[in-house]
């Protein structure tokens, strides 16, 4: 999931700025990860180590009494034809949507919504987010029939769910190796495939 920082707030945001949340708005889950510096205690040399958290928040449209902080950015991009000619060869492929907001998949409509590509700092980010939802539209019922998508309990922090975003990533790695630009997005799968698989290690 993708969301921008100037369009989404979480409560205490939204309380600290003397707003308030519009009756009957949900919110969504965004995932925050960063690297930090720990000293292993079997060397006792410092390494560093990924960070990962979650927050509820809600889009700014979802809130009353709040303004945005900052003028809606966009970048000139063009496509890569590689990465347009993998998109374009999936076969089957579920529906697809360019609303701003967030990139996701939903399962029960066989749908990805991606932001549009002017949304993106970099064209290579924008591939890799189609990339990573095309991945998890591939665990449909109607294509691989993957628990992490089908299954009911395969909710945030979920063993299945840390599961799927690990296919999910690792998948969509994969194919920007294919679309030659896995250089560019490397480091960032990296750092988010080792996150949810110390998520995945710590679940006893």
Not at 75 to 90: C, L, M, R, T, V
Not at 105 to 126: A, C, G, L, T, W
Not at 131 to 136: L, R, S, T, V
Request: overall charge negative.
């Amino acid at each position: 999931m993708l969301l921008d920082p100037g369009e989404y707030v979480t409560f205490k945001q939204v309380q600290e700025a003397k707003g308030k949340v519009k009756k009957g708005a949900k919110s969504e889950i965004v995932v925050f990860w960063k690297w930090i510096e720990t000293e292993n205690k079997d060397t006792g040399k410092e390494e560093k180590i990924p960070l990962l958290r979650y927050y509820r928040v809600f889009n700014i449209n979802q809130c009353e009494g709040i303004e945005r902080k900052r003028q809606e950015e966009t970048f000139e991009h063009d496509p890569i034809e590689e990465a347009e000619n993998i998109i374009k060869g999936y076969t089957n492929s579920p529906s697809f949507s360019y609303n701003p907001g967030r990139a996701y998949y939903q399962p029960s409509i066989d749908h990805i919504n991606i932001p549009p590509m002017k949304d993106f700092r970099q064209v290579e980010e924008y591939y890799a987010t189609t990339f990573h939802e095309c991945i998890h539209s591939t665990g449909h019922v109607s294509r691989l029939k993957r628990i992490g998508i089908t299954s009911a309990t395969a909710h945030f922090g979920s063993e299945e769910y840390t599961q799927e975003e690990l296919v999910a990533e690792i998948g969509g790695s994969m194919l920007t190796g294919l679309a030659g630009f896995v250089d560019v997005t490397f480091d960032n799968s990296v750092a988010y495939i080792q996150s949810w698989l110390r998520k995945l290690k710590d679940d006893k």
